[in-house]
C-alpha cells in the first residue's frame, strides 16, 4: 500500500474501552518487555490505558510507513523522554518526533 507524504493524524478513542486485567496484559504483551514500566508507572487506568495505546501507535506508525518489521524496531528516549527510531539493522540512527 502507497502511503500519501505529508502528516499522517491517527485518532484513538478509548472512552468506552475497559479491558479486563487479562486483556490489558494481553494487549501489553505486544510491545518490548522495556516499556511496560512506562505504561504501568500510572495509577489511574485512563492514564495507563493512554500509554499503551501511544506505545502501540509508535510501533504501528513506524512499522507501516517505515516497513520496518516489528522484531526490528527499537525505540529509544532522549533525556527529556522524547522517543526516536534507532535503526539498527543498516547502522544508522533516525531521529523522528
Known sequence: M???KGVH????????WNPSPNYFSFAMSFLP???HS?????FKME???RALVSRLLQYALI???LGIPYNEIVI???AEGKPYLLYLERS?????W
Not at 493524524?9 to 468506552?16: A, P
Not at 512506562?38 to 500510572?42: E, Q
Not at 544508522?92 to 523522528?96: K, M
Open 2 to 4: 502507497e502511503l500519501e
Open 9 to 16: 493524524r491517527w485518532i484513538v478513542d478509548i472512552s468506552e
Open 33 to 35: 518487555q522495556h516499556e
Open 38 to 42: 512506562s505504561i504501568t508507572r500510572f
Open 47 to 49: 492514564d495507563r490505558k
Open 63 to 65: 512499522h507501516q510507513v
Open 76 to 78: 529509544r528516549r532522549t
Open 92 to 96: 544508522q540512527c533516525i531521529t523522528s
